[in-house]
């Protein structure tokens, strides 16, 4: 089992998928989770800036996947091009197994790095994009 190449469409399914998870679980909780600069006192080198937005994503993940299953299912279906009742067939490893390729995919550090930024600059528009966040 093999994902497809990660494009433009799956930032656009993450995106939504973390609205949904904020919906659900608090926009506060999901704010704090896809804010990877972490106060330290020292500037963190980029490697290990790439290295924290990956943790991020993988953390959203696995909220994900335990809180709006059916939606991940979806994703993940789409990404090793099967149905959901397909996906649901396969083995108990197969979520694991997604996810560790998402990680290893060449354009991960980018795919994560680049959703980071773009919820960071939603938290610093002001009001009218945080509503979007807001229960």
Not at 25 to 50: M, N, R
Not at 101 to 121: C, G, P, V
Request: glycine letters at 4%; one cysteine or more.
């Amino acid at each position: 089992m093999q994902i497809r190449e990660l494009k433009y469409k799956d930032c656009l399914t993450l995106a939504k998928l973390i609205k949904k998870l904020a919906d659900k679980i608090g926009s506060t909780k999901i704010l704090e989770t896809i804010s990877a600069d972490k106060a330290t006192d020292q500037e963190p080198s980029e490697e290990k800036k790439e290295s924290q937005y990956v943790q991020v994503g993988v953390e959203l993940l696995q909220a994900m996947i335990q809180y709006i299953t059916d939606d991940v299912n979806a994703w993940f279906a789409d990404l090793i091009g099967c149905t959901e009742e397909e996906l649901l067939e396969k083995s108990f490893d197969t979520p694991f197994l997604i996810v560790t390729q998402i990680i290893e995919a060449a354009d991960s550090d980018s795919f994560f790095t680049t959703l980071s930024h773009l919820f960071k600059k939603i938290e610093g528009c002001g009001s009218r994009y945080k509503i979007l966040f807001q229960k």
